[in-house]
């Protein structure tokens, strides 16, 4: 079986966390063996969130570059290296034995995108008001509510291809378990059979779920720090859906945020490939492979999940 799992930023770092090397460490290294508990399933592919990071890396680097902001293209690259390195230490130590390897990857991304007028992908830490917009009006940030606070904003297109797909294919072949596509991977645009890069942050969520796709998964996997896709979330009986198909799904109204496009990933890779997307937490994500764990998205009448081969 080959499974795509989407690691979720808040196994990074959790909501409220200061971002230090040494915590985000200790989180990856729970976080890998968490993991391995899918690596008997077959072969995986591990996706993973970078907002707090690259937030954090632009901030390092205009302070580095006497106020001249890095390119926001450059700062993912930094962002897949930097938690690439500590989750792959992680996973080999979590899995001894079993080879580890992190890819840099591409994303095409369409310069016509609506995005690029309407930046709406949070990044870095969150701010008071007054602080925000002095960051703002110094650096040239767009800036959104979120939360009790603020935070800069920037461009999140549509991922288009994965353009180390044959990379991702090799590894896998050589047995690798592979981390890519960190963040969302980096943000590329093809003009006349060149490559550029550009300033925007891909949604990892959906970055997942195209990966998934050309990668022929079985299994897409959307882990995160919530038992699964919730009725009432927030109210006084939260209900966990157990058991959903892409149309029931896109019916309910979910956080833009957070839980949508999760559930827009899982039903993109429902649909597009009839294989099963999860979405529950990371304690316990081995539960997502026999389907006892987390919200299950399938097409409906297809019979119930099989064990892995
Ligand atoms: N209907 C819902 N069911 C479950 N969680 C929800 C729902 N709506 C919003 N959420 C929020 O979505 C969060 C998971 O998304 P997100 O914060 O983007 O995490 P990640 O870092 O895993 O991508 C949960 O922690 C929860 O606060
Ligand atoms: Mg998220």
């Known amino acids: 079986m080959r499974i795509v799992a989407a690691l979720g930023g808040n196994a990074i770092l959790r909501r409220g966390e ?4 040494a915590r985000q460490r200790d989180n990856l290294s729970l976080a890998a063996r968490a993991l391995a508990a899918l690596a008997d399933a077959g072969e995986i592919v591990v996706t993973h969130g970078n907002g707090p990071q690259v937030g954090l890396l632009a901030l390092q680097a205009a302070a580095a570059e006497d106020g001249r902001p890095t390119p ?8 897949e290296g ?28 369409s310069l016509d995108d609506p995005a690029f007028t309407r930046p709406t992908k949070p990044i870095g ?34 991922p288009l291809r994965i353009v180390e797909l044959h990379a991702v294919e090799a590894l896998l072949a050589a047995g690798c378990i592979v981390v890519c596509a960190g963040g969302g991977g980096i943000p590329v645009a093809e003009t006349g059979g060149r490559l550029e890069g550009v300033e925007a942050v891909i949604d990892k969520d959906l970055a997942s779920a195209l990966l998934a796709e050309q990668v022929a998964a079985d299994r897409l996997l959307l882990i995160t720090d919530v038992a699964g896709v919730l ?25 833009p945020g957070s839980m949508g496009p999760k559930a827009e ?18 304690e316990g994500c081995g539960g997502m492979i026999d ?11 297809i019979p119930s999940l099989r064990m892995p081969r």
């Not at 925000?132 to 603020?150: N, Q, T, V």
């Open 18 to 21: 200061p971002l230090t090397t």
């Open 72 to 79: 926001l293209d450059v700062l993912d690259a930094e962002s």
């Open 82 to 109: 930097m938690i690439g390195y500590e989750l792959e230490l992680a996973l080999r130590n979590a899995l001894p034995g079993r080879s580890v390897a992190t890819l840099l990857t591409q994303v095409v991304v």
């Open 125 to 158: 830490p969150v701010y008071g008001a007054e602080h925000a917009r002095e960051l703002a009006s110094a650096h040239g940030w767009d800036i959104a509510p979120d939360g009790d606070g603020l935070r800069r904003v920037v461009p999140s297109p549509e």
């Open 231 to 255: 009725l009432g979330f927030g109210g006084p009986a939260p209900r966990l859906v157990r058991e959903t198909s892409p149309d029931e799904l896109r019916r309910l109204s979910l956080a």
């Open 265 to 282: 990933a899982a039903c993109r890779f429902v649909e597009r490939t009839g294989g099963t997307a999860v979405i529950g937490p990371l």
């Open 291 to 301: 389907g006892s764990v987390g919200t299950i998205v399938r097409r409906t009448g």
